[in-house]
């Protein structure tokens, strides 16, 4: 199946971002094991753990429980707190033991793009939500009541500025009647990366109106052409689409325009829009027109860069310089 | 340099983020000598420190020995005071591990140039994730005035009291001859605003960034600079939309030299310097240089998967 | 005919070559075979200095010895019962040495007897004259002949014959030999593999057509699964095992195959090998990634260490947590680098200026080199300091099977805690009884500090005044008093009193138990004990030691002999733990050492043994 072959590709050309977020989630869970351990030593039954800490060298050579003695921590964490950190250490293993799995999404015929996106996210956002909550807990604010939803569902709109730069990308296996993808531009920020998998008949632009200045949006044959989208420090949208539809990449860059970011490689006659419930002819075309527009370079598009803005002095400067001048090097 | 993220559990989960003012990142009061050069160095990195909003708990300091290396002690952020030469080894042992954090080493000039030699231009090779910092007076000050790799010829020092026999080591020409070399600025004591600018674009910059840092020290060398301090026509600044851009230091300093820091032939030429002239400026940048710290990055396991790891070793070696 | 049948408990083996004909490959693959279908194996390279000494040369003898055994072997025995060598010359090495039994089966090339060049000719004439004078038996076998027939250069083959030989004499199981071939070859083509097969075939014709006999050491049935690798695998495979991923060195023999074998398995798992610009600057690194929060690892070798020597004292005094694996070799200085030594563990504890306290511990097989990993990797970061694992050359490339290691997944280094720093805990806040403190790790909220290797208070804070860095000083020394305090006492092997203890520590422990155990059996009243934990002691020694008329170390360094010139009992120079035990228990203790640049062999120990009591060593 064509469409099998190229989810797996695509997995492929990401394997770096999603490698990057498994590493995170296997430190998290190490992270989340430590503590546990730390807590539970200062429960009770530390030797036993001391004991296989040391290892069997230490057999007959180390008395493990002097040795747990001597390393007891102080600290006072009650039952419900080590329970809920063993919650959480089951579901962030789970997460790691997903592998790939955690960043496909199947959407099914007829379904809503935005909300199986959405879905997904807040499903990988569980791991951010639990992560607070480990947070929260070792700072003794945890208040079940505020705090207890994180770990069912994260969704994207409570996701951190830095969450947002490490979430992994996701494949989405998309039919082309239903990629209403203008509805994903609330998920485009931080690293954020989205891959739409199109089979069947497409709107010929449906990304178009996704391409604003810092985002990668791209829509391509084959997953081969993602490596740049993937490198890309920031937002993008990938769709791998059919014949019938538009080429092109939209690629983010510092002052410059949209004629620079847009090059379009197939454009689609405009009479190329195809019948598709809930998609007007005018509504593709619009979206045709949008394409073409951003890409046209006005006559005189010659504008050089423009100057960086220059910062004002500010008050450290003025106070190293007065030292400086009240120090008379040359009387020393 | 900028640290990314090493666990889903090292963001500051509990949301509390205030502004960190320069107070915040300052811990104790130096206690180097007036005029001495370090307190405009230190004084640019609090600036830094404060306008990037470093995660102090996320950033690390290192140094070697010498007046430069107290430079930690005076910072509110995590920092490693080693042994003389040093600085960049430690600084490069917690970077690999640790790609969240933010690292900066901090040498003087024998400090670098002299002991630490070979960790200096193999530093620069392995072209690791963070900002290095000679802090060069051109003398060992700590000690009390013994001659330095950098000591101009002819200067008299405690242990070359004919003067130094040696022409002065060129640090911004032996950065630049080393392959995959990826930043190299020079700036000074005595334009504040100029060496901000260059800390930022070297914070900036992903790679080895390497900020030669020319300074006086009030007892041994207060007049080696005198020239450029009291006569600006003896700086020439390097300027270029690319490069280190600050308009006080181009205000004062007439000559210009637009130099386009991608250029590393010109950059050399610049660097051997001529006819006696100070230049401030950025000489060299190449982002695309391969980082070690990226190279050597690996992906993590969990306790169980290293074990999954381990036992297929095992089977290697089962009889 | 059948062949007359040999049946013995233990055999021991050598092969022997010029460097590059391959002796070692061929030692490694009949060890490894013998330990897989069940016998103890201890096998030890034979290596001379220089990677292409000139040919026929008997200083530039390469080769491996094996034992091998019915029971566990422990050590590398007397002298070899079995003997393949390539030329007469490397052979005299060995006949020079006293490496070999008064009566072994020799099998020699033959090949130089009409060799072209004059001199060769003269040389195997005088050769065969001076070992003609023992009682060998010498077999001499057309190796370069027939291995010609199907290799170009012979160089290339004899060690494949030589095998073949070898595991016909000792009927080993052919199928594990071949699997064994595909093993060590996997990274050449399939030719070279098939090659290597008809090589081994050929050896094992010639051997079925030309010997009367077969030697049988039986193995053991065993269900217990065994791994079988050299000391530095051990090392490399139980610092993974250990949780630890970050190892940073600079290439030093015989330490280097550390990071050979870690450069390709720790990848797997996520490990970083950092091959630093120098020795100093790899033990550098370790600290910073330990500042940073792991327990990073370095491994050298004596001059090695010796450069390492201020960063130590640094981990030390910052109290930074640091693994240090020391294969020990001959020296001082460059010394012998491919030869044992076990010279180093004064420099491993006093090396450093000023008082830095570490924990020293000596694996004496290469079971614990894997193990020992685990414990040093853990007392380092529960102490915030130094562990150094000394190690040797004998253990480095010799090989030995031992039990399947079940990993558990708490021997893992503990991902170091990020969360904030309790409110006014300091980073030094050393408990006042145990010196302990607790570590923060960079990365966690309010707990900023600047690690100095200056003196300190206890928040680290640069401090000139006595009383700090009394306390400082105390503090470290304490937390070694307090380790000690958990140690058990060593056990004694024999009875627990006699005319004299043996005290070992590291690889030697399996050569001195053999010599201990032949004592016994002649009626002499010694036991042994062997010492893992060199510091802090581990306790009761002097109360064992009470127990005996006289004590006495055998170690591998230099101590004077007491008839040699100008050597009294006063100005004596003693080997290395004897200082130690000296010191520690003010008991008037002996040494016997020996430093030949080999392992120590079970009679040699026992003649020093027998010379104490002769010698009226009672007290």
Redesign the interface.
Known sequence: MQSDDRVSRTLKELAGPISAFRSALASAVEDVRGILSTWRSAQSDSGEQRRAELGSFAAGRIDAERFATLLAVEEEVDAATVARLETIFDLLSDLADQKESVVRVKVATGGVLRDAVAGALARIGRAFGAARVVGLSRARRYEASLHQRFVNEYPYFLWSSSERQIAPPLVVEVAGQDVRAEALAEFLDGRQKIVLVVSGKCPPAPLARLASPGVYVVQAAEPVELAGFTAYQGPGIAALVPESAALFTHVPRAEARSWDRLKIARLPQEDAVIRLEGMSAAWQRECLRLLQELAAAPPAAAAGPSAPDRPASAQVDRLAAWLLKRTDLQGL | MSGSQFSLLDGDVCGDERHLTIEDYSSAVPRWCPGCGDHSALGAMQRLLESEQLKREKTVFCSGIGCSSRFPHYLKTYGFHGLHGRALPVATGIKMTRPDLNVFAIMGDGDCCSIGLGHWLHAVRYNVDMVAMLLDNNIYGLTKNQTSPTTPQGHKSNTQQQGSYLPALNPLSATLGITNCSFVAQTSDWTPAHLFQTLKAAFHHKGFSFVRVLQRCPHFTAGIYQDAVRHPDNVELLTHSAGICEPEAEGLYKNHISHDPSDLHEARRLAEGGNGKFRLGLFFRDESRPRYNETRALPKYTAEEKIEILNAELDRYAV | MEPEVLHCSEHTVEVVSDSGEGAQKCGQIFGSVS??M?NGVWTVEIIPAEIQPPARNAAGASGNRIRIGTQTVTNWGDRANVVVAFNEQVLLARHRLEALAEDAVIFLEDMWEKHEDEKVRAEWQAGLEELSRARYRIIRVPMEEICLTVVDDARKGKNMFALGLLCAVYTRDMAKVKAQIV?QFRSKSDEVRERNIQLVELGVRWAEEHLPFRIQVPPTESDR?????NGN?AVG?GA????MD?M?MYPITPATSVSHYLAE?F??????V?Q???E???????????????V?FTVTSGPGLALKT??IG?ATM?ETPLVVVDVQRGGPSTGLPTKVEQADLLAALFGQPGDAPKVIIA?ATIE?CF??M??AR??AE?FRCVVMVLTDANLATGVQ?FP??K??????A???????VPKDTRPYEWDAR?G?SRRFI?????????????SHDEAS??SYVAATNALGLKMRSRKMA?LS????PP?VRGDRSGDLLVVGWGSTKGAIEEAVDRARAKGLKVSSTHL??LAPM?PGLKEIFSRFKKVMTVEINHSDELNDPFVTKENRRLSQLCWLLRAHTLVDVDCWSRCFGEPLRPDHIFGGIERMFTKGGQR
């Open positions: 330990a897989k069940g093993h699964p065994m791994v079988v690798m695998e495979m993974m095992a250990a949780g970050y940073a398995a990848h797997k798992a996520g490990g970083v950092h630093a610009e120098d100093i600057a790899a033990v550098g690194c370790a600290i910073g990634a330990s500042f940073a929060g792991k990073a201020e960063f640094l910052t694996p614990e193990h020992s685990i414990t853990r007392i529960a099977p399947r290691p990993l558990d997944p708490r021997w893992q503990r991902q170091p805690d990020q969360g904030p145990s302990l960079p990365g966690q909220p309010e707990g900023m500090f600047v690690a100095t290797g200056l804070r640069v307090v305090e958990t140690l058990k056990e893992t934990f581990q």
